[in-house]
């Protein structure tokens, strides 16, 4: 399919062309026609798949054809303001043969510019709930004219307490409208959201839910939770990790990381919300334009991040949430290029790890750095049998974070009843661009767990594989899909 069959406006087509997108992703392909048709919508898909031209394109060619129509006419409702601001550099690109003008609000910044833009009745309006909802509190919006609500990444909004701010807002707009919910993941509560605001929507659902872009080689590395900034600082010494987006859990975290790797004369930024909003912009757009190699940010702050040719997203801390992890990841490999996720877990991290290999279907491989032995991990309580096992292995702990790293295999399948046992016993293909660098020790689940120097197993305690068993070949190595599952892991999320 090609965008010229979707019926889009010439102008907007001829943007589209400019921007060098050959063909619809498949959100757009599924998503465009059914909103020029007018209907509602719900979609489903993941961060990176083009979901905002998806929505973008149509309303702006059903705005062309409305020439004489005054006010505002399109509201697009986003979790935060780096969403906010990428819409609206999107809403421009795409719709800039058109002037039709349009206006972002969101806090942070001066608010005067914004009422200006809201009494103005600016076309297009994109905003965070909080800003938005005051401002109109203040008599300062009129949306009487409003025909296109769109609630972008709704899922993020409910989960940052946006519920009764966006309940607010729609209640004060015309119930003549067309809306448009887009989320990466359907719940329970996304449904609520769709049958309220919405009307008899079409749903567009593009992947799994819950299934981190297909695109990202993802690894897993076990550490000591002490040892991360050492094992971050030499991952970095690979130049193939050129544009690096970390997340921390905490903006102190983030702090202390962007200290360290500037010490170690290594260009980074950070983007948190202790951050003013003129220094999010600048760290946002030195690491677009190459200024620094590392930006180092918390969740809500990364929130959207649309930047191409990220090499590798890193998790120095684990999310808590699948749906974290999920957005968090989709900031590399967007839009069908390949990225790499590295993901450092610690014995705390077991819980989590767990849910997301059970949301996901897999079980991603394991990369153990040399010199940083997750046997190091032992004093973050693992049995007393087990410590007695590893004290032979204290000698290798302690061995300098020189050379290259192992891998181990990726299945922790272990004892899978289902078949899986024959994994080809090849070694995983390291899902790093440096693959020499690292020594695979093959799949978990051969061979007796006495043998070999990893005997003791993983630290991180895998999910059980009962009820569908692993893929052939060994190619599971940065967790591909699996195409056999069964059972338990093939419901939806
Ligand atoms: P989004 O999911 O809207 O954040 O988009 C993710 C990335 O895909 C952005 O960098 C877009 O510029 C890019 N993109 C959107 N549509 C297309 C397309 N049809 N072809 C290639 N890239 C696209």
Do not use: W
Not at 162 to 191: G, W
Not at 222 to 233: D, F, I, N, W, Y
Not at 280 to 294: P, T
């Amino acid at each position: 399919m090609s965008f010229s069959t979707l019926g889009l406006a010439p102008g907007i087509q001829q943007a589209v062309q400019e921007t060098g997108y050959t063909d619809p992703t498949p959100i757009q392909a599924a998503a465009i026609p059914p909103i020029l048709a007018g209907r509602d919508l719900t979609g489903i898909a993941q961060t990176g798949t083009g979901k905002t031209a998806a929505f973008t394109l149509p309303i702006l060619t059903r705005m062309v054809s409305e020439p004489a129509a005054r006010g505002t006419r399109t509201l697009v409702l986003a979790p935060t303001r780096e969403l906010a601001a990428q819409i609206i550099e999107n809403v421009r690109e795409y719709g800039k043969h058109l002037g039709i003008r349009s206006a972002a609000i969101f806090g942070g910044v001066g608010e005067k510019p914004q009422i200006d833009a809201l009494r103005s009745g600016t076309p297009i309006i994109v905003a965070c709930p909080g800003r938005l909802l005051d401002l109109m509190n203040r008599g300062c919006a009129d949306f009487s004219n409003l025909k296109y609500l769109v609630l972008d990444e709704a899922d993020r909004m409910l989960d940052m307490g946006f519920l009764p701010d966006i309940r607010r807002i729609v209640a004060k707009l015309p119930r003549e409208r067309q809306t448009l919910l887009f989320s990466a993941t359907l719940s329970r509560e996304i449904e609520t959201l769709s049958r309220d605001f919405l009307r008899d929507p079409e749903t567009v659902e593009i992947g799994k839910r819950s299934n981190p872009a297909a695109t990202v080689q993802q690894v897993f590395c076990e550490v000591q939770k002490a040892r991360k900034p050492a094992l971050l600082s030499r991952l970095l010494e690979d130049p193939a990790m050129s544009m690096v987006l970390v997340f921390t859990r905490t903006k102190h975290g983030a702090d202390r990381i962007v200290r360290q790797l500037e010490r170690e004369g290594i260009r980074t930024a950070a983007l948190h919300a202790n951050r003013s909003q003129n220094q999010r912009q600048r760290a946002l757009a030195d690491f677009k334009n190459g200024a620094v190699r590392v930006l180092v940010a918390t969740d809500i702050a990364a929130r959207g991040i649309d930047v191409d040719g990220i090499s590798h997203v890193v998790n120095l801390d684990f999310p808590p949430q699948v749906e974290d992890y999920v957005h968090r990841i989709g900031r590399t490999g967007r839009a069908e290029a390949a990225g790499h996720a590295i993901s450092f877990i610690t014995g705390e991290d077991r819980d989590a790890v767990r849910a997301l290999e059970r949301a996901t279907g897999k079980v991603m491989p394991r990369m153990l750095p040399e010199g940083f032995d997750p046997g190091d991990t032992r004093e973050e309580g693992p049995p007393p049998a087990q410590r007695q096992q590893r004290g032979g292995r204290s000698g290798q702990a302690s061995r300098p974070p020189r050379g290259g790293y192992d891998q181990r295999g990726s299945q922790g399948g272990r004892g899978g009843s289902g078949g899986g046992g024959g994994r080809s016993g090849q070694p995983s293909r390291a899902p790093s661009p440096r693959n020499e660098g690292y020594r695979s020790e093959g799949p978990r689940n051969e061979g007796p767990r006495s043998e070999g120097p990893r005997s003791e197993g993983p630290r991180t305690e895998m999910p059980r594989s009962e009820g569908f068993r692993s893929s052939e070949g060994g190619g599971s190595g940065a967790g591909e899909e699996r195409p056999t599952l069964r059972g338990r892991r093939s419901r939806r999320f």
